[in-house]
T-cell receptor, first 113, second 114 residues
Framework: KNQVEQSPQSLIILEGKNCTLQ??????????LRWYKQDTGRGPVSLTI?????NTKSNGRYTATLDADTKQSSLHITASQLSDSASYIC????????????FGDGTTLTVKP | NAGVTQTPKFQVLKTGQSMTLQCAQD?????MYWYRQDPGMGLRLIYY???????DKGEVPNGYNVSRLNKREFSLRLESAAPSQTSVYFC?????????????FGPGTRLTVL
């Protein structure tokens, strides 16, 4: 069964600190992995997208890494800001025409002043 | 360019009532999706439409029906609402094909079934 597991479930950090969120998956055949940010009460918004051949992708203070051999990804947030408080969702898509996706349960990040 | 829009934003139903959630996208995307998100859980696919004229069941289709009215619109219908269908419903769309196939999400509909 295709699965995506994220850790930790929740995380509290101080403003300005860095943090790393983890994602392990068993989805096959792998097409791509995306990290989404979901603010409270809003729909998810894409941060990064990585295909099989990509090891790292950055979007400002967000850097995602992918190890397709171990089926692991991480999202590193640098110099956190209060606005980074959100749920971060790892999504893995299969290589089919519909590109169906499996969603992780998300990591809830709280950045405190 | 509004992206993906959903109506209504909030809805309260009584058990047994029916309603239709509306979704529209203006990005000329081929594929559209309906998800539900329960507290502390990941999004689960209810139904999807890979292209205009086609619909398929997702992971949790029971109790729901969908209509792909045209390329822009994809509606979700609850024929007889149950408390277990209390959730936040998200519609998404995607330009089918290619490896990089990002889904764009609407703002969600918060449904409570009493």
């Amino acid at each position: 069964k295709n699965q995506v597991e994220q850790s930790p479930q929740s995380l509290i950090i101080l403003e300005g600190k860095n943090c790393t969120l983890q994602c392990n998956y068993t989805v096959s055949p792998f097409s791509n992995l995306r990290w989404y940010k979901q603010d409270t009460g809003r729909g998810p918004v894409s941060l990064t997208i990585m295909t099989f051949s990509e090891n790292t992708k950055s979007n400002g203070r967000y850097t995602a890494t992918l190890d397709a051999d171990t089926k692991q990804s991480s999202l590193h947030i640098t110099a956190s800001q209060l606005s980074d408080s959100a749920s971060y969702i790892c999504v893995v898509s299969v290589n089919t025409n519909a590109g169906k996706s499996t969603f992780g349960d998300g990591t809830t990040l709280t950045v405190k002043p | 360019n509004a992206g993906v829009t959903q109506t209504p934003k909030f809805q309260v139903l009584k058990t047994g009532q029916s309603m239709t959630l509306q979704c529209a996208q203006d990005m000329n995307h081929n594929s559209m999706y309906w998800y539900r998100q329960d507290p502390g859980m990941g999004l689960r696919l209810i139904y999807y439409s890979a292209s205009e004229g086609t619909t398929d069941k997702g992971e949790v289709p029971n109790g729901y029906n969908v209509s792909r009215l045209n390329k822009r619109e994809f509606s979700l219908r609850l024929e007889s609402a149950a408390p277990s269908q209390t959730s936040v419903y998200f519609c998404a769309s995607k330009l089918a094909g290619g490896l990089v196939n990002e889904q764009f999400f609407g703002p969600g509909t918060r449904l409570t079934v009493l």
